[in-house]
């Protein structure tokens, strides 16, 4: 315990006493599972990822929502996803992105005079410029606004998307290795008598499943194709997070630096196939992985493309999911000379990771958020922080309330409870012999804010699916965003043609079901 408090007070000694600011680095994977890491006993190599780990503080139980924006518009603000209103990813049509009125970490650390960098996914909203990071207090934005690209072509729903400091771009090469060597360009010119901030957000790996093939070959033994490809976009990520920690050891910044790692949402698996054209309806239905009369699934194009490769095993499920697969990922938070090696299994969400940050570099304003400062919890492994936390999923109105070591799972299908602490494969259901926890967690759930809903109606999402890389059929999305900039914002439910195109695609979906039940 003498230990655990003399390292805190460290903490605080190094960061408020005349000494300069740490820099900040925090390291996005983008659908990356638990099973995707070598330190969690996956085939994939993941040599730097597991240093990381090995030499900071490993958070064994690190939470976040089970899409995208939702989760990152957490770390950016330290308030609920729910609170804010995102609660799935925001789409390249929707017209509100990340309210306008939140103060994002950029902004919090440039009153410290830190130099703010944004590199990778945004996705936070697009629609016109003022939802730009460079708008919200980055200096600095080299990547792309949308959910997904193309990592060759850099399309994303048939516009192209990349940018530096809103300008369109257009660039040959793997997008994982063209933000590495961006933000190794950073690192070389920045003057560190500021400290610098760099959230480096990877796209990889997420979905469409695309590497260099000196990596796919890599992992020639993998014998499934798409899991093949998998490793060698999470193999490519690794490499340049390796690259990335280098070139600060070079300029000496190394022992200064607060590295931040994670997933925004657990891995996108085999048995969850995004369809792009109609959502995750195979999915729900169960015939992506059935064959009909004639030998070939209904959905074959649908069930085989925009697959995910990834494997959260031991926990269930993945992506866009409440369960234990789609909200807890690989993290750790790593301080050379200041953090030592520990696995904490304290709770810790993503809204947590901005009051953490500004408490370790002593930021003393009030702040609006949800979240809490984890600096106990990185220090005092004995002394567990309040873990109250709400999830909730894409596909239907369930939402997973967490107060450790309890998670319900509320729906209309009933309620499910689970000790999440001894039963992370979630196989075993206590609601009925514990109901008075089973109360107290719905109450937790009444009580938590719920903002009014950013999101585009379903019938627009549907009629305009985002496809990630292919044909190029659209003026560049940061083109679009400054056109839409002088028309008339007021949103709309999509009008009345999309509506008729949504009954026709569910009427046709449905007699295509009757026909296989047949």
Partial sequence: MIKNNLLLFLLVFFTGCGFSSPNIVIILADDLGWNDVSYHGSEIETPNIDKLISSGVELDRFYVQPTCSPTRAELMTGKSALRLGITRPISKNQRLGLGLE???????????????????KWHLGSYTPEYFPTRRGFDYFYGYLSGGIGYWDHVHGGGHDWQRNEVGLREDGYATQLIKNDTLRIIDEHDF?????????????????????????????????????????????????????VALEDKNELENTIVVFASDNGGLTPDVKLNPSFLAIPKIIGICNTENRFG?????????????????????????????????????????????????????????????????????????????????????????????????????????????????????????????????????????????????????????????????????????????????????????????????????????FKWILLFGIVTIFFISVWVYRK
């Avoid at 760099?198 to 590497?211: D, K, Q, T």
């Avoid at 866009?320 to 990922?329: F, P, Q, W």
């Avoid at 585009?456 to 659209?474: A, K, M, N, Q, T």
């Fill in 193 to 245: 008598t500021n400290p610098i901030f760099l959230n480096i957000n990877f796209g990889a790996p997420h979905i469409p499943n695309e590497a260099p093939e000196e990596s796919v070959l890599k992992y020639s033994y993998i014998q499934d194709e798409t899991r093949r490809l998998h490793a060698a976009m999470v193999h490519e990520m690794d490499n340049a997070i390796g690259e990335i920690v």
């Fill in 296 to 496: 070939i699934s209904l959905f074959q194009w649908v069930c085989e493309n925009y697959s995910g490769g990834s494997s959260n095993k031991p926990l269930p499920e993945g992506k866009m999911s409440v369960s234990e697969g789609g909200i807890r990922v690989p993290a750790a938070i790593w301080w050379p000379g200041k953090l030592e090696y520990s696995k904490s299994q304290n709770f810790i969400s993503m809204m947590d990771v901005l009051p953490t940050i500004l408490d370790l570099i002593n930021y003393e304003n009030q702040l609006d958020v949800d979240g809490e400062s984890r600096v106990n919890s990185l220090s005092d492994m004995d002394n567990p922080e309040s873990s109250k936390y709400v999830v909730t999923n894409i596909i239907n109105d369930k939402y997973a309330v967490i107060d450790m070591p309890y998670k319900l799972i509320s729906s209309d299908e009933g309620d499910q409870l689970f000790n999440i602490l001894y039963d992370q494969s979630e196989s075993t259901n206590i609601a009925q012999e514990n109901q008075a926890i089973v109360s107290k967690l719905k109450n937790i759930l009444s009580q938590w804010q719920f903002g009014e809903n950013r999101s585009l109606p379903i019938s627009e999402v549907l009629s305009d699916p985002d496809l990630f890389g292919g044909e190029e059929d659209r003026i560049p999305w940061v083109e679009k965003a400054f056109k839409n900039a002088e028309t008339d914002l007021t949103p709309t439910d999509g009008g009345g």
């Fill in 102 to 120: 939140e103060k994002i970490l950029p902004e919090y650390l440039k009153e410290l005079n830190y130099s703010t960098y944004l590199l990778g």
